[in-house]
């Protein structure tokens, strides 16, 4: 297994995919660099006092803004790393006659799949401990953010779970549809998921009907069900800010499209570790099966 773990870096490290999201995450950290300085001048020093409560939740206010801009899109380079790595690994494969020289050694089908999978969420998970270190570094610069170790490591552990989940997702479509088909399959997926978070959003905005809304918090609900990396990320940016106790100082409604309408409960992340770990071992089972 380890062996598959390792070529599957090396192959990683050779794929356009991922040198081509490296130099878009440092366009990308530029531009938030430029974002988050712009907001942070907002607040000039000689508008509060540095020792006053007002000039904390006014950091605080700037901090979550920029960060959950930096998130937002964040977290689609993540999910899209987590798919186009791993969109094609059984179905593309086999395409390619690669599996019919690796598998006939004498390495078990399921230590194959796990290599790979291992070998996928440990580079995403890399890039996410990147990706994550840097947005904090850059918003600190300009405004307040959380130093809590444990509160970060919660943030870090639901920011990141979004590969495992994905690249799960991604191995159990590649074994029944081809490469082209499954990365299709998986963008559409990703997407409806992201739609129903942005359905929830609007929908806490209050503009629709007792009626329409109730129709709209289903059809969200159930997108969220569906794919739940979106929702996901809602909870880690709720963990991130300690939405539950800052909320008895200062209204977090006010904060437009960042505002904290819901928090997913725990029960939804029991129901995200069940998503992932079904996944995974409906995947190994299928290629076990899986007529090569």
Partial sequence: MNSIIAMTWKEMMRKRVLSLTLIMTAVFLIGFWYVAKTIGSDMASDRFDPSS??????????????????????????????????????????????????????????????????????????????LFTALLVITDMYAGVPKDAVLLLKAFALFAWVVPMLVSVAMLGSCFFPAFGNGVFMITLYGAGWLGGMIDKVTAVGLFSEESQQSLNMVSGIMSLVMPADTLQRRMLAELFSVREIQNFMDLNDLGPFSFSTIPSNSFLVYCALYTILALVLGIRAFQRKDL
């Fill in 53 to 130: 409560m007002e000039y904390v939740l006014e950091q605080f206010r700037n901090g979550t803004i920029i960060l959950s801009l930096g998130f937002f899109f964040g977290t689609f380079v993540v999910a899209f790393l987590s798919i186009f790595s791993s969109f094609s690994t059984v179905g593309g494969e086999a395409e390619l006659g690669v599996l019919q020289a690796l598998l006939p050694r004498p390495i078990s089908r399921w230590k194959w799949y796990m290599g790979r999978w291992i070998g996928y969420v440990s580079l995403g998970v890399a890039y996410c401990a990147i």
